[in-house]
């Protein structure tokens, strides 16, 4: 079992410090081969770049929660230092983050990705965005505070469990998203980088890639709906709620209506 801890964290729910964090350099091999895949697939600036889909460059994931795995992920904000939770960038709020996420405490920009093709394509096209963006970056704020308030009523404050995820259609959104990326956007980024953009090398490009594409962006789909299946449900485990002094000793504490769970401490 691989998990990192973290003194300065603390579930805002059980009130645990034993947590996964997620990111480039996360808690294992497994994760940061998974963020790695985030930076370097080319057609999962398709998600970014028009679909506003965002993921933040740090997630943490509590251990001792014995919730599903979307219940137990927080977003954490450096300027206020509070932690979300990832529920309210998820459902019907997971997209239109274009210019990434913003505090709902605090209304500070919280770090996210960038897909490195994505960045080429900004780098390409910023003397278009970068003005009018600049100068609407106050009222992109306020709208994402709404936008925020309404998923927290949503999915956080309320008592309903949100409808479960489909995670069949995920896979098969997630295998088309990478097929358009892959067979328009990258043929016509690196046409236009070589500058040879024409639409007969254009079409002639995505016909040759078409069908290689297809196949290989349909198993990336089924993987990708099993995986998250497999990960969004694992739930945590009582047993490993630790809590730590001010000098980073090993305490132990009660997880809130479960005293079952209480590890002493060692002497």
Same mark, same amino acid.
């Given at each position: 079992m ?6 300065e ?13 997620w ?5 294992? %091999?497994?994760i ?5 895949? %985030?930076?370097?697939?080319p057609g999962?600036?398709f ?6 889909q965002?993921? @933040?460059?740090?997630?943490f994931?509590c251990?001792?929660?014995?919730? @599903?795995l979307?219940?137990?992920s ?16 998820s ?12 505090c ?12 490195i093709?994505s960045r080429i394509?900004l780098?390409?096209t ?6 009018p963006?600049?100068r609407?970056n106050r009222?992109?704020?306020?709208? $994402? ?5 309404q ?9 309903e469990?949100p409808?479960?995820v ?14 358009v ?5 990258f043929?016509?980024i690196?046409?236009i ?11 002639a ?16 789909g089924?993987?990708f709906g099993?995986?998250m ?8 485990d009582a ?15 009660? @997880? ?5 769970s209480?590890? $002493?401490?060692?002497?």
């Amino acid at each position: 079992m691989s998990f990192t801890v973290l003194v300065e964290f603390e579930c805002p729910v059980c009130k645990g410090h034993i947590c996964e964090r997620w990111a480039v350099n996360g808690s294992n %091999l497994g994760i940061r081969l998974m963020y790695w895949h %985030l930076l370097l697939n080319p057609g999962l600036a398709f998600n970014e770049l028009v679909l506003g889909q965002r993921i @933040p460059q740090q997630l943490f994931v509590c251990k001792s929660c014995t919730l @599903p795995l979307i219940d137990r992920s927080y977003v954490h904000c450096s300027s206020c230092d509070v932690f979300h939770s990832g529920r309210i960038w998820s459902h019907k709020n997971a997209f239109g983050h274009w210019l990434g996420y913003v505090c709902p405490a605090c209304g500070a920009n919280i770090p996210c990705l960038w897909n490195i093709t994505s960045r080429i394509v900004l780098a390409v096209t910023a003397p278009i965005w970068f003005l009018p963006v600049k100068r609407l970056n106050r009222k992109w704020i306020a709208i $994402e505070q709404k936008r925020i308030e309404q998923a927290q009523s949503d999915y956080v404050r309320t008592a309903e469990t949100p409808n479960p995820v489909n995670y069949k259609r995920l896979g098969f959104l997630y295998g088309i998203t990478m097929f358009v990326g892959l067979t328009l956007l990258f043929p016509s980024i690196s046409l236009i980088a070589i500058g040879q953009f024409t639409m007969y090398n254009l079409i002639a490009l995505i016909m040759k890639s078409a069908l290689s594409n297809l196949f290989w962006c349909g198993i990336g789909g089924f993987a990708f709906g099993f995986i998250m299946h497999r990960k969004m449900q694992k739930k945590g485990d009582a047993v490993l709620h630790l809590t730590f002094d001010s000098l980073g000793r090993v305490g132990s504490s009660e @997880p809130p209506n479960d005293s079952t769970s209480q590890i $002493e401490s060692p002497e």
